[in-house]
């Protein structure tokens, strides 16, 4: 079955720090991979996504993640966070059946310092 | 305006009662989806359904029961037979087809649900 791993639960950062949170997936074959984000009391909104192509994906707020196949992983980054981006953020992988069973990680919480 | 509604937003229960949560979307959306969020857990998929009168259980479906006898409909029940029912629940829905474009999923505000 898939999975979707992501390594840290809770970061803390202060503004302007550097940003990377870790996904990583199991499956073998063709995969379409997707990062949302929940900022307090709103709803879920997908930040970026990587279906084929360029493995550097852009997205929304200046976030970008990189697919790096031969280590099925999907790491998201920012190379300097603000206050508003504290939020959970959330790694997913669709799952292989191709019915749109979209498969979540744990999830990450940043926090992020003024 | 068009989008994803979820009732009631909280939501407190007796244990051994069953209670229902809906979900409407005007979004004209095939397939729809039912996660649980708890801490620590991220999104658990407990039911999805692609086409009207037909759905498929998720990774968690015990203790819950769907039905889905409209498209823009997908109610969630919780059962008594859940055993850990209090969780934070999101409802979703997306433009079904082939390939499936992740980016068109769309989620509902959530309903608290909290057992006393």
């Known amino acids: 079955a898939q999975s979707v791993s992501q390594h840290n639960h809770h970061v803390i950062l202060s503004e302007a720090a550097s940003l990377e949170l870790g996904c990583n997936y199991s499956y073998g074959g063709t995969v379409n991979l997707f990062w949302y984000v929940q900022y307090p009391g709103q709803h879920l909104q997908l930040l970026l996504k990587?279906?084929?192509?360029?493995?550097l994906v852009k997205g929304i707020k200046g976030f970008e993640a990189e697919f790096i196949k031969s280590k099925f992983s999907f790491n998201l980054r920012k190379p300097s966070v603000q206050w508003s981006d504290t939020a959970e953020y959330f790694c997913?992988?669709?799952?292989?059946?191709?019915?749109?069973?979209?498969?979540f990680g744990q999830g990450t919480t940043l926090q992020v310092k003024p | 305006d068009g989008g994803i509604t979820q009732s009631p937003k909280y939501l407190f229960r007796k244990e051994g009662q069953n209670v229902t949560l809906s979900c409407e979307q005007n979004?004209?959306?095939?397939?729809m989806y039912w996660y649980r969020q708890d801490p620590g857990q991220g999104l658990r998929l407990i039911y999805y359904?692609?086409?009207?009168?037909?759905?498929q259980k998720g990774d968690i479906a015990e203790g819950y029961s769907v039905s889905r006898e409209k498209k823009e409909s997908f109610p969630l029940t919780v059962t008594s037979a859940q055993k850990n029912p209090t969780a934070f629940y999101l409802c979703a829905s997306a433009h079904s087809g082939q390939p499936f474009s992740g980016n068109t999923i769309y989620f509902g505000e959530g309903s608290w649900l909290t057992v006393v």
């Open positions: 979004l004209n959306h095939d397939a």
């Open positions: 997913a992988v669709l799952g292989s059946s191709n019915t749109g069973k979209l498969i």
């Open positions: 359904s692609q086409i009207v009168n037909d759905f």
């Open positions: 990587y279906f084929s192509g360029d493995p």
